[in-house]
């Protein structure tokens, strides 16, 4: 399988390492919209032009999307769903829906595959959901994140006029993920959940308190949380906030049998040292996977729930019902 990578930040060079992992994957080069002179792959796969890529659509069998989700991926998705197969880490949560249509439309009409929001939340948190929810269906999800760096929110922050460079984590509330766990079965609002503190480099003479104003009010990512804001210098950040570990934990709370006598609680959950290389690793099981869905046919836009178990691993039915099942 030959896969290409568009975007080479933090998840892009993920990719190109998960690569190496993966002995049936092949990466064909690097495309960006920087100068390609100025970069310098890990592997030494070559880097092209973005406005290159459309010359390249007979020799990659996946493309995957290494954008951002606030601004990037709404158009770049559909973009190249037309051209290519494609998947990326699309993870803000209420606009997925859309997202989905818009790709669909782009993938089905081309006869392309897509697969939309892999990663780990949504990815395979979404699948956690889904499996517990089928298991138990009586009962309630919650969802902790953290304590860990958050990629789309630290980018949607860079992305506010004025703001050189940022962290944002974020962080359960610990009372709250006791009381779950317990079996209390509470209802929690979002800002019971989790806080959001914002770690944040910015530019000399900027605004502040419109930086911090503009954080503290932004819809889908800090509005709906309790949010702290710290202004650092540039050399703070690269000294105490350099490495992106994050995590997190889906868990279910139900009952069985007659008025729910029976009390159960399902628990799936990660502790990763680096976001991006493990995000990185998930895109491309699912790259395999678009590859073989679309040699057979199936065109359009798809999540995680669409994606048979099977096809995300390079093991054989054989192998897998030996070593796995």
Not at 151 to 175: C, F, L, M, N, W
Not at 261 to 270: A, C, D, G, N, W
Not at 306 to 313: E, H
């Amino acid at each position: 399988m030959k896969i290409a990578i568009y975007g080479y930040g933090n998840l892009g060079r993920g990719v190109e390492a998960a690569v190496r992992q993966n002995p049936d994957v092949e990466l064909m080069g690097v495309f960006t919209r920087r100068d390609p002179a100025s970069l310098q792959t890990e592997t030494g796969v070559p880097v092209y032009p973005a406005e290159t890529v459309l010359d390249y659509t007979a020799d990659i069998d996946v493309m995957i999307l290494c954008g951002g989700s606030a601004t990037d991926l709404p158009v770049m998705t559909p973009s190249l769903a037309e051209h290519f197969n494609v998947v990326d880490s699309f993870d803000t949560h209420a606009k997925i829906p859309e997202h989905f249509d818009n790709v669909d439309r782009a993938a089905f009409s081309s006869a392309h595959t897509a697969l939309i929001s892999a990663g780990w939340d949504p990815g395979l948190f979404s699948l956690a959901r889904l499996y517990m929810n089928s298991v138990l269906p009586e009962g309630k999800d919650y969802t902790f994140w953290g304590r860990g760096v958050s990629q789309g929110h630290s980018d949607a922050i860079r992305r506010i006029a004025g703001v050189k460079d940022a962290r944002q984590y974020t962080v359960p509330v610990p009372e709250a993920l006791e009381r779950v766990r317990s079996g209390e079965n509470p209802d929690l609002s979002t800002r019971q959940k989790h806080t959001r503190e914002c770690f944040v480099v910015a530019e000399e003479g900027a605004d502040l308190e419109r930086i911090e104003r503009e954080i503290r009010e932004m819809p889908n990512y800090f509005a709906d949380y309790d949010t702290t804001v710290t202004f650092i210098s540039e050399e703070e950040l690269k000294k105490n906030h350099a490495e992106l570990p994050h995590g997190g934990t889906v868990i279910r709370s139900g009952t069985t049998g007659e008025g729910g006598k029976y009390k159960h609680t399902m628990e799936f959950s990660l502790k990763l040292d680096s976001n991006p290389q493990f995000t990185a690793s998930v895109l491309v099981a699912c790259a395999r996977a678009v590859a073989r869905m679309h040699t057979r046919g199936i065109f359009g836009c798809k999540t995680l729930f669409d994606v048979a178990p099977a096809d995300l691993s390079p093991l054989t039915g054989e192998e897998m019902r030996k070593k796995l099942l």
